[in-house]
């Protein structure tokens, strides 16, 4: 079993930055495929970011050159450092990583970005 615990979202006028935290209950060595969802009502989680054991990342479009992914291993916590926010990054934020085989996620963060 693995807990993760988001922290860090709230409210933020446009152009501003919020850093999320996801705290993990085992050490981030042992969790694979870690990484960082988002979901608006009525539309499905979309993938945002995520970073493998060996340190590569990966962006999806919308976020590229803005949002960056970490992990911060002796706190056990993977980071989402947001910047120059867009009202349409507004959503709840969720963390999500693999232990044998099962994916385990948060319960999520909100981000709301005011325009």
């Known amino acids: 079993q693995v807990q993760l615990v988001e922290s860090g979202g709230g409210l933020v006028q446009a152009g501003g930055s919020l850093r999320l935290s996801c705290l993990a209950s085992?050490?981030?060595?042992?969790?694979?495929?870690m990484g960082w969802y988002r979901q608006t009502p009525g539309h499905q989680r979309e993938w945002v970011a995520s970073?493998?054991?060996?340190?590569?990342?990966a962006y999806a479009d919308s976020v590229k050159g803005r949002f960056a992914i970490s992990r911060d291993n002796a706190g056990n916590s993977l980071v989402l450092q947001m910047n120059n926010l867009l009202p349409e990054d507004t959503a709840v934020y969720y963390c999500?990583?693999?232990?044998?085989?099962?994916?385990?996620w948060g319960q999520g963060t909100q981000v709301t970005v005011q325009g």
């Open positions: 970073q493998v054991i060996g340190g590569a990342t």
């Open positions: 999500k990583g693999s232990y044998r085989n099962r994916d385990f």
């Open positions: 085992r050490d981030l060595s042992s969790i694979r495929g």
